[in-house]
Structure formats: structure tokens, C-alpha cells
């Protein structure tokens, strides 16, 4: 039979009750084991050290594949079936869905299909899925995982101080030989809302620096690019020169079309996809902040703990 394992990592939502309740109305309750998670140990952060003990005891059940998922995401029936074909008739390790984001409230459409747009730029699937590249990448919402490739990587403990634990996970495997594979579906829906532009600059700014690996060089680079590539468009429309005005309106016109698929996918109305250089700007503004936290010794802060900072490996700061 299978068994599903939630870590409640000091929820204060009531996730594990609301979680036994919906197995013991499905008629399966001796399918769930909730463990109540063990305080954290010196140089883990939060969501591994949780999946690292569910992992543990799923162990025990000698599985040949993993399923990890984040407590806030609606599965659609056949989602782990979809997973379980692509890694099967691929040969794959990982497999991953970026699962629909919320996508309701004004600042959820003008940055939710931005964030997956750009997120997708940074991790290209044919590059995840090209074993001679080094580009690894998964979402961690929904992963399917071979559990023998994971043993064969050292286990979680391996990355236990990552910030951005899915594509360190996929950096893992590949590392060992894995293959990876992710892709987009409508069929599992995440339930986290963002209602405010500050709930979203929160979450990309809590990880946004560690992803340029604290670096100053890279950080400059990743302005000089998306300042060229989203702000400067629009900006030559401004300016009284003919050729400059032709060119800003055919570069902003082509980020237009590459992004209208990610407007659509969303189902928003067209014109959102002109708005693509303002949501550029504030996620150069969420990842400044993140630069700014991280100098100042709170960089990803969750859950009342400060994640990201120097010497991770040795300390983790809490917040106040």
C-alpha cells in the first residue's frame, strides 16, 4: 500500500490536523504518518532538515521512488502517474513539475507569470535535461525521485545547508550521474497566495543573492542584462531618435511574444504581456534587497530564522 509521510515543521496553520482529517475522510488513514519535526540542527535549514526526517522514515518502507511535495500544493489526480511515465520512458532521476502558481491578485498577475517566465530563462529544461550540461534545476513543489540515485549522492545531508533546496537537490544528482527532467502543468495548483508586492518581493529576495552566489561580479552583471534587455526598450521610445524609437519598439515588441505564451498559460488578458519591463524592475529591486539583507547578516530569513549568512555552514542567526 502507498504511504504518504507530512513533516510538520512548527506549523502554525494546522497543516497536520487539516491533513489527518482529509485522510481519515478519504477513507485513509493508516495511509499517512505525520512526524512532528525534531528541532533543527546546527547547519541545516528549515525545508531540508523536514524532508531529510520524512525521507528517513520513508526508508524504512524500502521505496524505489520518492515523491516530494510542499504542503500548500493541490495534486491533480493523475500528477504523480504524469511523473512516474516520464521518468520511467526517459530513464530520469528527478523529475519535476512547476505546479500553477496562484495567480488572482494584481500583483500575482503582474509578477507570477514573470517569476516562472524568468525562472525558466535561468533554467532552460532542454539545458536540465541535457546530461552534458551542468545546468540543473527542479521545482520543489512537486519532485519525483529515484531513491537509489539520492543514497548514491550522499543523501540530503549532502546539501543540508542550501538556501535554494530543489535545484541544489538537481545539482546533486546530476553531479552523481542522474538525469533531470521539469516542465510546466495545470493540473497541480499551488494554494499559497500572494496578495501583496510585498509578499512577493519577500520570496525573491530571500534567495535571490544566493542564487548569484553572493557575488558582487555577478550581481552587477545580472543588472547590466536585464537592464538591457527589458528596461532599455522601452526607454528608447523616449528618446527623439528614429532609430533608436525602431529599435526599442522591435525589441520590446519581441519580449512581448516570447512572454504572451507564459500570459496565456496563465489565461490573463493579452496585454499583460506588454508589462513585462515593469515586472523586470521590481525583481531588480527584489534582488538588490537580497544583496542588502545578506551584507547585513539577514539574508534568507524564514520562519523566524535567518538562513543565508556568512559562515552558514557553522552558525544560523535567528531574527529580532
Known sequence: MDRSSLVDDESTDGTADVARHASEKAGKADALIVIQSKPLPAGWTGKLWALHQGIERARTLNPAWLMLADADVLHGPETVANLGLIASH??????????????????????????VYFFFMLYPPAWIRAARRSTAGAAGGCMLMRAETLERAGGLKSIRAAVIDDCSLARLLKQHGGRLWIGLTDQSQSLRRYETFADIEHMVSRTAFNQLKHSSFLLLCTFAGMVITYLAPPLLLLTRSSLAIIMGAAAWAAMTITYSAMVRYYRLNPAWALTLPLAALFYLGATLHSAIKYWKGRGGGWKGRVQDVQDRHITETPLG
Not at 532521476?93 to 505546479?99: E, N
Open 90 to 115: 526517459g530513464h530520469y532521476d528527478l523529475v519535476s513539475f512547476m505546479v500553477k502558481l496562484h495567480c488572482q491578485s494584481l500583483a500575482e498577475k503582474l509578477l507570477i507569470p514573470a517569476f
